[in-house]
């Protein structure tokens, strides 16, 4: 009992940094529809620029996770405005967006293997490790500072969609692009918006990621988990994101503790077909029939 | 011609199977395939456990790894290409990478994430021209015919397509079963070209290096797509030094032809007789005087 309880502990403080990846996926998808692959690029830059404030600044921690959320909130917005704006413009189809996300991908990742090097960096022990006893479970106290920043950062981001005036601008938009242009929203406003906020999130993610592993150009590799949760919670929900993530971390987890480590990636993605296969909408997206 | 020049164009043939295929499933019927290596390396492991463990000849080895490659593509596709949006593209690439991981983790059979060593070499450059040209002329009269022009119209207008009558799920699907059993063929050769494999070289980098090719050739071109193949595998080669910008320049090839030039390099373009004679006589016109007077 104790290890089961002990592994949806686990499971759930490794969900909840998917989520905050997930969360940029879905918010991407629910306003220009198509699936952001650079967004891998932008979580492991974030990661990047915290370890550049910490280690090579010397910021506190604090401003250094917050160079790597502005940083790469300002990268996401530059992204989108680079390679997906002029696409957009030209009403291009959508295939193009995810082909120029691949692209951007590519470009991330490889350039940043050419200029800072292709090695693993570890991030200066800026965390507490050792773990607390809770009657017999034994809960990383990293595990749990994760989890709250986390859940912190997704409580304000649903509170800003769901809560705000701005939120509902940007559900307006992701409802009908067209017609919230003639209720006089500005959807470049929107969608840069929209993109800062993934990006942001993202970038908090890719810090946690490099304190709780390691750092290195391919770790956009690990936001492959984070799609596949948006997947299974339903592209474009942001609340579909969340339970979708905190569910593939914690499945992954036991499959991880009471199958074999060496499936649990293989257990991911076989969910992620399975979802396809039987409710393509995920658990939470509305079934709807995109036209063509 | 040296060893070396050999080693390069039996690779390019190889790679060219597989873009040829990836070509008419991306290009000309317009289905985002993230995963072609997961096909490569069905086709690949196939073609390398009948050879090597069983003895086969190449030949049975070859036509295993085409049925195997096909009948993949038949279980992925039949429930993704009903679908609109990424779900195919997101369908490929999970395939892939679960291939990937199967392949890595049932060692008995594949050797696990060391591969499968000491493949008997079969592939020579007249066996790699031979079966680039079968694929040629598959291709290239498919998407001549009647069905390659129902192909192109799902790309453009699917609901139109659908309207006038065309049956958009079996195309898409013909296509893509077209396209698996090129790369489980391309797979196979290369198994036996390279003469050992693991799962490393079937990786999501394989999958973008392919579509990066047909991106740069031009969708709607199979002249591009050669063009682009024996560009971009020969090009790494020459330029050894520049290796590492390689991919960083790919990155920025992909997003700038998808701004600039969606169509990509050679348009649709073909090179055909008739279209050689009439950009010949569209060269001629230009060197006219009283033209370039008029011009001027």
């Avoid at chain 1, 996300?101 to 022990?125: A, D, M």
């Avoid at chain 1, 507490?128 to 749990?144: A, E, H, K």
């Avoid at chain 2, 050797?111 to 007249?126: D, E, K, M, N, W």
Wanted: hydrophobic letters at 55%; one cysteine or more.
């Amino acid at each position: 009992m104790n290890m089961v309880l002990q592994q949806i502990i686990n499971g759930i403080s490794i969900g909840a940094v998917y989520a905050l990846i997930s969360v940029g996926y879905s918010l991407v998808y629910s306003i220009l529809k198509f699936s952001n692959f650079a967004h891998g690029g932008v979580m492991m830059l974030g990661s990047y620029f915290g370890l550049l404030g910490l280690q090579y600044l010397g910021l506190p921690f604090p401003l250094a996770m917050a160079l790597a959320i502005v940083g790469s909130g300002l990268l996401a917005v530059l992204n989108e405005r680079v390679a997906y704006r002029p696409i957009r413009n030209r009403n291009s189809p959508l295939l193009y967006l995810l082909i120029s996300s691949l692209g951007v991908s590519i470009f991330f990742e490889n350039f940043t293997i050419v200029t800072i090097g292709p090695n693993f960096r570890t991030y200066p022990p800026v965390l507490p490790t050792d773990s607390l006893m809770f009657g017999g479970l034994s809960v990383g106290r990293l595990d749990i500072i994760i989890f709250v920043m986390a859940a912190v950062t997704l409580s304000l981001l649903t509170w800003l969609v769901y809560g705000t005036k701005i939120g509902n601008a940007i559900r307006a938009t992701s409802y009908n692009m067209r017609v919230s242009r003639l209720m006089g929203i500005n959807p470049d406003m929107i969608v840069a918006l929209v993109f800062f906020l993934a990006g942001a999130s993202a970038g908090l993610g890719g810090v946690l990621f490099g304190i709780k592993y390691t750092v290195w150009p391919q770790m956009g590799i690990l936001t492959l988990k984070a799609f596949i949760a948006a997947v299974v919670g339903g592209l474009g929900s942001l609340p579909g994101a969340v339970v979708g993530a905190l569910l593939l971390g914690t499945a992954e987890t036991f499959a991880a503790a009471f199958v074999s480590s060496a499936f649990r990636d293989l257990f991911s993605f076989a969910l992620m077909i399975l979802i396809i296969l039987v409710r393509p909408a995920g658990l939470f997206g509305k079934i709807t029939e995109e036209k063509a | 011609m040296s060893e070396y020049t050999i080693g390069i164009l039996i690779l390019a043939c190889v790679n060219l199977i597989s873009v040829l295929g990836l070509s008419l499933l991306t290009g000309f019927t317009g289905q985002f395939n993230f995963g072609q290596a997961g096909f490569m390396a069905i086709g690949a492991y196939t073609a390398a456990i009948l050879t090597t463990r069983l003895g086969a000849p190449m030949a049975v080895a070859i036509a295993a790894a085409m049925a195997m490659s096909g009948l993949a593509s038949v279980l992925i596709g039949y429930p993704t290409l009903r679908l609109k949006g990424d779900y195919f593209a997101i369908g490929t690439l999970g395939f892939a990478e679960a291939i990937r991981l199967v392949i890595e983790n049932f060692d008995k059979l594949t050797g696990g994430s060391r591969g499968i060593p000491r493949i008997q070499t079969y592939t020579t450059l007249p066996v790699a021209l031979a079966a680039v040209a079968v694929a040629l002329v598959v291709v290239a009269s498919y998407i001549g015919s009647t069905h390659g022009r129902n192909c192109i119209a799902i790309r453009e207008d699917e609901m139109a397509a659908e309207a006038i009558g065309v049956d958009a799920f079996r195309y898409k699907q013909v296509s893509f079963a077209i396209n698996a059993v090129l790369a489980g063929l391309s797979g196979a050769l290369l198994a036996h070209y390279v003469g050992f494999i693991q799962p490393s070289m079937f990786g999501l980098v394989k999958s973008t290096e392919m579509i990066v090719i047909v991106i740069f050739g031009g969708m709607q071109s199979l002249t591009g797509a050669v063009i682009a193949t024996f560009l971009l595998t020969a090009l790494p080669e020459v330029l050894r030094a520049a290796m590492a910008w390689r991919l960083v320049l790919y990155g920025v090839l992909v997003v700038f032809i998808m701004i600039v030039r969606p169509e990509g390099v050679m348009g649709t373009w073909e090179l055909s007789p008739r279209n050689v004679k009439a950009a010949f006589a569209r060269l001629r016109s230009k060197a006219r005087p009283e033209r370039a007077g008029k011009a001027g």
